[in-house]
């Protein structure tokens, strides 16, 4: 994250652009949109060097409100669009924000090669499982039998998993927050700014118009202690409301287990760092209500970034060739002229 000393400091509010927020109320893109410009803020970032990338969808207004440089672009398209922004300026912070729909049904294809790539974006997911701005069809993310205007009769597609599609496509950083907790969401955003490569943040949150309450199992106080496990790096996975459970590996796999009948060491202990994404996998494929979900950092690893790597073929050939002409590049190769033939 790019800071100055030379500049004033700036608070949460200067990040706030002049256009009014048109989500509905007690849409979870207003608390996401509160904490992206209070970590802003708090890490120095500097708005002329801080862009907002976003497709189409509830989640991709957000450009507009952000007093930083945007671009409201393309269904699906907003990681590749955000690629050439990073590669044409590797100096500035270059954010993305979808939704489940955006991300993965039209733009699932850019998504996995801007992962596997390792570009220096920040992604951030908001899912929601359902079709907002289209008025609540099903979306990738889905459960299966979600009824909607498009599935009257409940929904036969089986839905994707945001973070385990991003192991799956070699993430270097891929972290799960939900909306309601602020604190938690700003912890993330941090880690994520402070990465070097592909971030990605899949951010749970109701649609209060069309799937309100998708997650009241994460957000409840009086359930959501037996329903989530937080990650922490080097520590056990221990929950419950009187953090009174653990998981293990049975074999190779999960298994719930009460505290008082085991050894903490029998549990398992998260490795954000390992180099093996089998475990971290693993943990995304716990879900509710069969296990509690997980939510933190699942894996955080360093691998070369993708425009530093473009940029240091880039001066290679220049020190080999010279800097180069457009104009010599376009009369180069094979070419011809059009000769004008009299009229027919």
Same mark, same amino acid.
């Given at each position: 994250?790019?800071?100055? &000393?030379?500049?004033?400091?700036?608070?949460a509010?200067?990040?706030?652009?002049?256009?009014?927020? $048109?989500?509905? #109320?007690?849409?979870?893109?207003?608390?996401?949109?509160?904490?992206?410009?209070?970590?802003?803020?708090?890490?120095?970032?500097?708005?002329?060097?801080?862009?907002?990338?976003?497709?189409?969808?509830?989640?991709?207004?957000? #450009?507009?409100?952000?007093?930083?440089?945007?671009?409201h @672009?393309?269904?699906?398209?907003? /990681?590749?669009?955000?690629?050439? *922004?990073?590669?044409?300026?590797?100096?500035?912070?270059?954010?993305?924000?979808?939704?489940?729909?955006?991300?993965? &049904?039209?733009?699932g294809?850019?998504?996995?090669?801007?992962?596997?790539?390792?570009?220096?974006?920040?992604?951030?997911?908001?899912?929601n499982?359902?079709?907002?701005?289209?008025? !609540?069809?099903?979306?990738?993310?889905?459960?299966?039998g979600?009824?909607? $205007?498009?599935? #009257?009769? !409940?929904?036969?597609?089986?839905?994707?998993?945001?973070?385990?599609?991003?192991?799956? @496509?070699?993430?270097?950083?891929v972290?799960?927050?939900?909306?309601?907790? *602020?604190?938690? *969401?700003?912890?993330?955003l941090?880690?994520?700014?402070?990465?070097?490569?592909t971030?990605?943040?899949?951010?749970?949150?109701?649609c209060?118009?069309?799937?309100?309450?998708?997650?009241?199992?994460?957000?409840?106080?009086e359930t959501?202690?037996d329903?989530?496990?937080?990650?922490?790096?080097?520590?056990?996975?221990?929950?419950? $409301?009187?953090?009174?459970?653990?998981?293990?590996?049975?074999?190779?796999? /999960?298994?719930?287990?009460?505290?008082?009948?085991?050894?903490?060491?029998?549990?398992?202990?998260?490795?954000?760092?390992?180099?093996? #994404? @089998?475990?971290?996998?693993?943990?995304?494929?716990?879900?509710?209500?069969?296990? /509690?979900?997980?939510?933190? *950092?699942?894996?955080?690893?360093?691998? /070369?970034?993708?425009e530093?790597?473009?940029?240091?073929?880039?001066?290679?050939?220049?020190?080999k060739?010279?800097?180069?002409?457009?104009?010599?590049?376009?009369r &180069?190769?094979?070419?011809?002229?059009?000769?004008?033939?009299?009229?027919a």
């Amino acid at each position: 994250m790019s800071a100055s &000393s030379d500049k004033p400091e700036l608070a949460a509010k200067d990040f706030k652009s002049d256009q009014q927020v $048109k989500w509905c #109320p007690g849409c979870g893109d207003h608390s996401v949109l509160v904490q992206v410009q209070k970590v802003l803020a708090a890490l120095g970032a500097r708005r002329e060097q801080t862009v907002f990338v976003s497709g189409i969808g509830c989640s991709s207004r957000f #450009p507009y409100y952000m007093a930083t440089y945007g671009f409201h @672009s393309i269904h699906g398209r907003a /990681p590749a669009i955000a690629t050439g *922004v990073k590669c044409a300026n590797p100096d500035l912070d270059v954010w993305v924000v979808t939704g489940d729909g955006d991300a993965l &049904s039209i733009g699932g294809n850019h998504i996995l090669h801007t992962i596997r790539r390792n570009v220096g974006l920040k992604i951030i997911l908001l899912n929601n499982r359902i079709y907002g701005l289209t008025k !609540g069809q099903y979306s990738p993310t889905s459960e299966f039998g979600t009824r909607t $205007k498009s599935s #009257p009769t !409940g929904s036969i597609d089986h839905p994707i998993h945001p973070v385990s599609i991003a192991i799956g @496509s070699e993430i270097t950083f891929v972290a799960r927050t939900v909306d309601v907790d *602020v604190q938690h *969401v700003q912890y993330v955003l941090r880690r994520a700014a402070a990465h070097k490569g592909t971030a990605f943040i899949e951010v749970y949150q109701n649609c209060q118009v069309y799937n309100a309450n998708a997650y009241g199992w994460a957000t409840d106080r009086e359930t959501k202690g037996d329903n989530v496990v937080y990650l922490e790096h080097g520590k056990p996975l221990i929950f419950g $409301k009187n953090r009174d459970k653990g998981i293990r590996l049975n074999g190779d796999v /999960p298994e719930i287990v009460a505290l008082n009948q085991v050894s903490p060491d029998d549990l398992i202990i998260h490795d954000e760092k390992a180099a093996d #994404p @089998s475990m971290a996998f693993r943990l995304a494929r716990m879900l509710h209500p069969e296990f /509690p979900e997980p939510l933190g *950092v699942f894996r955080a690893i360093e691998k /070369p970034v993708y425009e530093k790597l473009l940029m240091d073929q880039i001066d290679a050939e220049r020190a080999k060739r010279g800097p180069g002409r457009l104009e010599k590049l376009f009369r &180069s190769g094979s070419i011809w002229e059009v000769a004008e033939t009299g009229a027919a």
